[in-house]
């Protein structure tokens, strides 16, 4: 997920507070460029990164200029600008590697930015800002390999499903950002996993009369065998009634994700993976 503002602009804390003092002139472009971004004038934003990166070849407008199209949804174009300031080393690497995440995120590849962005936390374990960073692709993650419904309800359909989300749900926790929502979400989504992974029975009415039947024809069997004196129907009672009693609860005994998944089958316009 890319929450408004915040997954753009957040990026910029990874810069040095000592930078090299360089034309006056192209800083102030740049300041007012980080201003207006922050305060989502995106044109005016655009504007004066573009003035800035004419004044001289700092990888920090491309990045300012690929923030103002990530946060438009041009995936492309705020790519083309993070490979340039990818290229040009330093922490305008840093800075475009962490946009080159959310354009994954962006373009529905939100496993791709969590290897990313692994990486970068690895080789940075305390970095609080790429910490958060790589929880929320996390919980892009989990969003992204759901099935999803036409009023937008994502429904876990699969158990692959369920693993990612309880991954990302004890990822992000792990990570300690200190970020009230995606700590929220990520409980919500262990609560959600533990709930999917509990048994029921489906149809409940028909699985339960059919138990009943079932260990009830068992015990007449066997009883009727004792009374005649035959083993042999004793233990035909035993095996018939054994199996007939695992072939329900094999067919009508459902982990509760599966029933809800079932249930929500002709709901679904987008299938996870």
Known sequence: MLRAWQDV????RLLPYDQPADQ???RRHTHRGRSALVAGRLDEALAEFEAAASLRPDPLDRVGVGDVFLARGGWRTAEEN??????????????????????????????GAVADLELLVADRPND???????ASAWYSAAEQCRSRTADDVLVITSATQLRICED???????????DDELEHGAKHLLAEVAA???????????????????VALGMI???????????????AGVIVGSGLLYGIVYRFRKQMWRR????MAPQIVKTGV
């Open 24 to 26: 006056a002139e192209a």
């Open 168 to 178: 990302a749900a004890r990822r992000i926790l792990a990570l300690s950002t200190g």
């Open 196 to 214: 999917g992974r509990r048994w029921t029975w489906s149809p409940e009415g028909i699985a339960v009369s059919l138990a009943v039947l079932t």
């Open 260 to 263: 809800r998944a079932d249930e």
């Open 128 to 134: 609080q800002v790429l910490r958060y960073y790589l």
């Open 82 to 111: 993070y490979r340039v300031a990818l290229l040009a080393g330093g922490v305008g690497a840093l800075l475009g590697q962490v946009g080159l995440a959310q354009v994954k995120i962006g373009q529905g590849n939100a496993a």
């Open 9 to 12: 602009i957040v990026k910029w």
């Open 221 to 235: 069997t066997v009883v009727a065998g004792g009374l005649l004196d035959s083993i042999l129907l004793v233990f």
